[in-house]
């Protein structure tokens, strides 16, 4: 996987800060109901970029956890356990349908924030689901012996393509993906 400079990770939590602040200033209230990180029975995916779920897997073991496309490993008795780490999706997409629109801005301009950081560093851009992430990370352990400092997940991971989605590299397909997800949380 790769590995992001300490410059890099500093600007996303900076972006994580912004957002959050924005959506406190919404009002919007998260009931940590959990219903966001059970997929499967609500219907809709987690998509991140590879920044932020580098963020989110690197200081965490998935070779004691099982990988259930039903439900994010990391909600434990219905709370998420990496709260200081979650994505941009966690933060933004609330239950609220009053708020669903506002959501969509939101994320836009985030998403478009990390496009211009890779574009400006010259990372490559990638948004994929969870799983995708999930699966590569996991992977990446049971088989230490390969390199894991290219900075292709594909060129250095072998992937279960019958388990994954591939990964979206347009932004505006990507941005699609975003809306969608907040749909069945109506
Ligand atoms: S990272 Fe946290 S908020 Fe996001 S899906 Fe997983 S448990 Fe839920």
């Known amino acids: 996987m790769m590995r992001m400079s300490p410059e890099i990770e500093i600007k996303i939590r900076a972006l994580y800060a912004a957002v959050d602040k924005i959506i406190a200033e919404t009002g919007v209230v998260c009931r940590a109901s959990g219903k966001c990180c059970r997929f499967v029975?609500?219907?809709?995916?987690?998509?991140?970029?590879?920044?932020?779920?580098?963020?989110?897997?690197?200081?965490?073991?998935?070779?004691?956890?099982?990988?259930?496309?039903?439900?994010?490993?990391?909600?434990?008795?219905?709370?998420?356990?990496?709260?200081?780490?979650?994505?941009?999706?966690?933060?933004?997409?609330?239950?609220?349908?009053?708020?669903?629109?506002?959501?969509?801005?939101?994320?836009?301009?985030?998403?478009?924030?990390?496009?211009?950081?890779?574009?400006?560093?010259?990372?490559?851009?990638?948004?994929?689901?969870?799983?995708?992430?999930?699966?590569?990370f996991k992977d990446a352990i049971d088989q230490p012996q390969e390199s894991i400092s290219d900075p292709s997940i594909e060129n250095e991971l072998k992937l279960d393509q019958k388990a994954l989605s591939e990964p979206d590299n347009n932004l505006s397909s990507a941005l699609q993906k975003s809306l969608q997800i907040s749909l069945p949380l109506l």
């Not at 998509?47 to 932020?52: A, G």
């Not at 070779?63 to 909600?75: G, K, L, M, N, V």
């Not at 998403?111 to 992430?133: F, G, V």
């Open 41 to 136: 029975e609500y219907d809709h995916t987690l998509f991140l970029t590879s920044l932020e779920a580098e963020i989110l897997l690197k200081n965490r073991s998935m070779s004691t956890e099982t990988i259930d496309p039903a439900i994010c490993p990391f909600q434990v008795n219905g709370l998420c356990h990496a709260r200081e780490d979650r994505p941009l999706g966690c933060r933004i997409f609330h239950c609220d349908p009053s708020y669903q629109n506002r959501s969509h801005e939101i994320m836009e301009d985030a998403l478009s924030q990390i496009k211009q950081l890779c574009h400006e560093e010259n990372l490559p851009w990638k948004y994929a689901p969870l799983h995708y992430y999930l699966h590569a």
